[in-house]
């Protein structure tokens, strides 16, 4: 056996072997099929280390999810309010309010025995503004005193034809605001 075709023990040669499968995913499905299980001979041979494999597969698998949610959160960040054609596919970067409250108890203190009303299970933001009104506070003074605005990012990536249609006459690289 060549290096390349050693039994797969390590993180090392399980990443080589994830290089392989990228590559495979874009050729004909009979060569992937093929490649696949030159891929299978290459298993240990023993349940034990079968199943250290397998935990070291999943410890590759987790980090790999952990390496896309960054990636994904970098993106969103810096397409936020905005949409840019990539390709074939248009990347709209979305951002949505939520509320963090400064220190609950000083929410709860504020709500007093109101506080079944405003929160279930976390604090229903309008619940609290219909309360600081009925009790002739400004809804909004109250609300911006107690809670910080904390904005988070989404982001989409669709192909062209399936894009809303302000964005389908965007140029390859070209960006716009949303």
């Keep these: ?100 409250p400064y220190d609950v108890n000083k929410v709860l203190d504020y709500l007093g025995d109101d506080w079944r009303e405003a929160v279930r299970p976390a604090f229903r933001t309008t619940a609290i503004k219909s309360i600081a009104k009925e009790r002739g506070d400004n809804p909004y003074v109250i609300f911006d005193s107690l809670f910080e605005t904390v904005t988070t990012g989404e982001i989409s990536i669709v192909p062209e034809i399936k894009a809303p249609k302000k964005y389908q006459t965007l140029k390859d690289g070209e960006e716009m605001n949303i």
Excluded: C, H, W
């Excluded at 990443?15 to 992937?32: M, P, S």
């Excluded at 987790?62 to 990347?91: C, D, H, P, S, W």
């Design 1 to 100: 056996m060549t290096e390349n075709e050693t039994t797969l023990s390590s993180v090392d040669s399980i990443v080589d072997v994830v290089k392989e499968i990228t590559t495979y995913q874009y050729i004909e499905e009979d060569t992937r099929d093929e490649s696949i299980e030159e891929i299978k001979q290459r298993f240990p041979q023993t349940t034990e280390e079968q199943i250290e494999l397998l935990y070291k597969v999943k410890s590759v698998k987790r980090a790999v999810a952990e390496l896309e949610t960054e990636l994904k959160n970098k993106l969103a960040y810096e397409m936020q309010g905005k949409a840019k054609k990539v390709g074939n596919e248009i990347v709209i970067g979305k951002g949505t309010n939520s509320y963090k």
